[in-house]
């Protein structure tokens, strides 16, 4: 059970770095993300599109977290799929 002040952390698997932090809600009869907060130090993390990160972290919990059969956010060319990879490894599968 959520407490008032729950929240999730996704952190950079080689670096530890907290990347993406959200806060939950719980609301009548499911939970819902209130706040998402993004690492915006580029020496910690370069991406400054917001787009491309609410995809990020769409995919991290759909397929992270939930088991869903989420697309990956990448591009469907060879720069694409290294940047996936470098992202998410295996979880692209």
Request: a negative charge.
């Amino acid at each position: 059970m959520l407490t008032a002040d729950e929240r999730i952390f996704f952190h950079r698997s080689w670096t530890g770095a907290k990347i993406y932090e959200a806060q939950i809600k719980k609301t009548n009869s499911c939970y819902a993300i209130s706040n998402i907060m993004v690492e915006r130090d580029s020496k910690i993390y370069s991406n400054e599109n917001v787009d491309e990160d609410i995809g990020i972290f769409n995919f991290l919990v759909g397929r992270g977290l939930l088991g869903l059969n989420v697309i990956p956010p990448i591009e469907s060319d060879e720069l694409g799929a290294l940047k996936g990879w470098s992202n998410f490894g295996q979880m692209m599968f």
